[in-house]
């Protein structure tokens, strides 16, 4: 069993950055691919990003390609999202998720353990 917790959210204007972290429990960390999914009210959830179980392989949705970057510690159980650019249609709830997998997947119904989520709005 696999226990995520992100970090907390915030409000941030256009243009600004945040960085988002989720603490992964159990032993077995370094050997399952992260990803990051959002979801913003009344829309299906969206694959954000995702990183291979070293980290030697990244993914990203479209729509964050260039403004966010994903990145793991692998010592400290912890993957994290950098978001730089930060745009409006930006604000969702954010999920951390861990796949029983090594590579980095695109694909939300390959996850098998999700955290809680955590707000993130951006003003304009």
Partial sequence: QVQLVESE?????AGGSLRLS????????????????RQAPGKEREFVAAI??????????DSVKGR????????????YLQMNS???EDTAVYYCAAAVRM???????????????T????SS
Avoid: E, H
């Fill in 68 to 79: 966010f970057t994903i990145s793991r510690d692998n010592a400290k159980n912890t993957v």
């Fill in 86 to 88: 930060l745009k409006p």
């Fill in 52 to 61: 291979s179980w070293s980290g030697g392989s990244r993914n990203y949705g």
């Fill in 119 to 122: 707000q993130v709005t951006v």
């Fill in 22 to 37: 989720c603490a992964a429990s159990g032993r077995t960390f370094s050997s399952k691919a992260m990803g990051w999914f």
């Fill in 9 to 13: 959210g915030g409000l941030v204007q």
């Fill in 103 to 117: 590579d980095a997947t695109t694909n939300s119904g390959r996850y098998d353990y999700w955290g809680q989520g």
